[in-house]
């Protein structure tokens, strides 16, 4: 090391490179692009002597010529939520592996995105983006996106078919966008029938916040659930996945709404504020007078204070969809839309029983 | 719209911006660019005009003329930890106010960050890199960044002295990097004085992982404060920063080692482990029987199941720091090392008392 600041040195340059391998500038660009012809000895010695020089391309550089920019955006409501913070580390993980970098977008706090983000978005040219939020539709962002098609997790109603063709959105049937359907039906099923299995008939379903489709559709599948039970109507308690809404409403379900005898949340984080809304303020035993139920099964549910039964999300078979989805989709760009399913299941811990 | 995909649609071209508003394909190029001589009107007529063709300059094109990626690359160990999310979500929305995305890199499991991982990073040519891992040296860095000046979020054992000018790792000053320096000092010693208030004499510090500079500081400025007070010599639990390392940790201390009038964890969520370790396992009361303390702040700490007594970071006050480290050091790229302080304090809640 030198006195002078090593964030100045001279950096390798395709120039030197040619030079030292006796190729052309070209050439080396060549080498960089995976699809660009060039016989494979000249490649393996330019790469050679680029590794050498510690030389590596640009990739501004190298995405005018591949078209590839090697960045995903990510577009999430919440970082700091455990859920969504657990899926963007593992999701960051899985793309480090395969030679992307995340590029994280955050919508505004009242969930709006507007058009100024997508544009800046738009600047940095992703391969592909994945919207983890319902408020940013496909027709919206098909308009600012030239070539990344957009992939959404949806929570379908039904039992999700497998096949099912297109992508679609309520209102859009002709954009184009790849999709990860959580057959949330299986889980919510083994649910229903735990508690129902405990004699419970009132049930509480704590919301999450009002946009988003995913926490709808739990609604609505925990409805349809309780019907073929032949079980009296879902009491529906106002939230928006917070731990503070979750304990409040809890508190206003039992103080002025008659209580229930066991409370589905759309989300774990909110279940733990009805956890200690049940415990700490009403002096209520779970599960011996309430039963609760989360969702997510997030790395927070094991705690020995909440030690939730919850309705668990393959977090590691989405993220894996994911990957799959972007590297069919940067394959074969014209393709039709492509759906995955992922599936939920019931872990049982101390909240019910 | 059409049945066509949209996805596909034409983009405006920076050509198609020069024919309508009749000017060169250079002009248009230097109209995004606010750093380029264009004469005010013919800069105010092109952008109008590149606005109506729904025309942005493509990122990677612009930043081989501008130099500027408008990439800030954020190095973590977790993205997933309560604390580290917070701080990613933060930041991501202060990054993007001022024009720039963040580009999230994770450090592996075992910590380390190999020479491929860093070679990834700099093709992306990021304006800055900011480094919540201590495994990642400035040596090691600025051998792979070019311009971007890293910054790192340091934590000194004495209380640190405002503008004491370089930056500096131990055993490398002669690399330049600009830093946050946490103030812990401050907020610990209200800690020690709270717990000496209540009597405690004996006092355990959960560790962090072996690795975390942050946390072998800690572990320094609690014993030079014990020692001020006359307090007998702490007793050191190792942990990983993890819930279930606080937990199993507490146990260990509470059966094998003869326990302690008060736990200082490294972080909040291990002290969540010592929490329930002392309650649901051990059958202590906290506070009555054992206090406890915690470092962060996260927001789970007001969850009424923990209700933990904390040393606060400022994490609003440490963002707007590294996003004025950011800016100062684009505008002068070869300014000798900057330092910022962010300061603690302690909050308290229901864990000690």
Known sequence: MTGKPEGTQQRATAEMVARAAKVSRAAVSRAFNPEAP????????????????????????RALVTRRSHLVGVIVPDVCSPWESQEV?????????????TLLFKTRVDSSMDETLLTYMRGFNPDSVIVFTENVRPHMLSRFLDRAVPIYVTYPIERPKENDGNGRWPGEPDTLFDRIDVDQWEGMEQAVALLAGYGCRRIAYLSGKPVSLGQHA????????MARRGLPALVVVPGDFSYDRGYAGTLDLFRLEGGADAVFAANDESAFGALDALRCELKLR??????????????????????LT????????????????????????????????????LVVRGTVG
């Open 310 to 345: 919850t309705v668990k999300v393959d977090l590691e078979a989405r993220v894996r969809a994911l990957v799959r989805l972007i590297q069919r989709r940067l394959k074969t760009p014209d393709a039709p839309a492509i759906t995955e399913t992922v599936r939920t299941r």
């Open 89 to 101: 580390d593992a999701l960051t993980t899985a793309l480090q592996a395969e030679g992307f970098a």
């Open 38 to 61: 060039l016989k494979p000895e000249k490649r393996a010695r330019i790469l050679k002597i680029a590794g050498e020089l510690s030389y590596t391309p640009d990739r501004a550089a």
């Open 218 to 225: 739990r609604r609505k599948t925990l409805e349809a659930l």
């Open 286 to 307: 779970v599960p011996e007078d309430v039963k609760v139920i989360g969702f997510d099964d997030i790395a927070q549910s094991h705690w020995r204070s909440y030690n």
